[in-house]
């Protein structure tokens, strides 16, 4: 599988998620800098890591959506090349179009940064072929920024599609987000985006091991 990390200015899991990467595909992937005119030819997974992007100095990814480098994978994830965004990079999907939404602040107006529980409410696609439909998983979470948010016909269209992905265990919700939604695909099931951390358990010396299926899905599907 040749996946690529894109590197925005201030993004601090990009190391953390290119680790997760190399263990479950026997090969690092390629470090992409925002300000990259284009991404490496013949990617099969292009991934937006967690952080704070420019600081998020105005709206979480709203300025890292307007990198040079976003072009490409927006041409990229027209084409169907398969697209990963962890925390600020689900906000920056959310900022490009890339999926519907928007992530506001947390509900209590506070930083949250502790293990949350979740559910995988799908186990037919390419990122979470390796759980159970059903399966309670334990995934970090580590932002000011994660309360999903969409209109009325939105929600019940990503819900009457199936494109929630994971969804908080009932009173798990660390950022009130809308249904307990914590991500979410695309139509086509090739863009995933999602708030916690998989890759903070993704090695037995992190604790636990429940963020490496997304991996060992996407290296499955896509090698």
Excluded at 16 to 29: E, F, H, K, M
Excluded at 99 to 104: F, H, I, K, Q, T
């Amino acid at each position: 599988m040749k996946a690529a990390v894109v590197v925005f200015p201030a993004s601090n899991c990009d190391r953390d998620v290119a680790t997760a990467l190399t263990q479950a595909n026997g090969s690092p992937p390629k470090m992409v800098w925002h300000q990259d005119a284009s991404l490496p030819d013949d990617l099969d997974l292009i991934v937006l890591p967690g952080g704070f992007s420019y600081g998020d100095y105005l709206r979480c990814g709203a300025m890292a959506a307007h990198s040079p480098i976003m072009r490409d994978v927006i041409a990229r994830a027209k084409e169907g090349t398969p697209i990963l965004g962890i925390c600020n990079g689900f906000q920056v999907l959310c900022e490009t179009g890339l999926l519907p939404g928007v992530l506001m602040r947390n509900a209590h107006l506070k930083f949250v940064s502790r293990d949350v529980h979740m559910t995988v409410e799908g186990a037919n696609t390419m990122f979470t072929a390796r759980y159970k439909p059903g399966q309670r998983i334990n995934i970090p979470v580590a932002h000011g920024d994660g309360n999903y948010f969409a209109d009325k016909g939105t929600l019940d269209r990503l819900e009457g599609e199936g494109q929630v992905a994971f969804r908080y265990v009932e009173g798990e919700n660390p950022n009130g987000a809308a249904r307990n939604i914590a991500g979410i695909y695309n139509e086509k099931r090739t863009i995933l985006g999602l708030m916690p951390h998989p890759e903070r358990h993704a090695d037995p010396l992190l604790g636990c091991t429940d963020g490496k299926a997304i991996f060992d899905s996407l290296v499955s599907a896509l090698s």
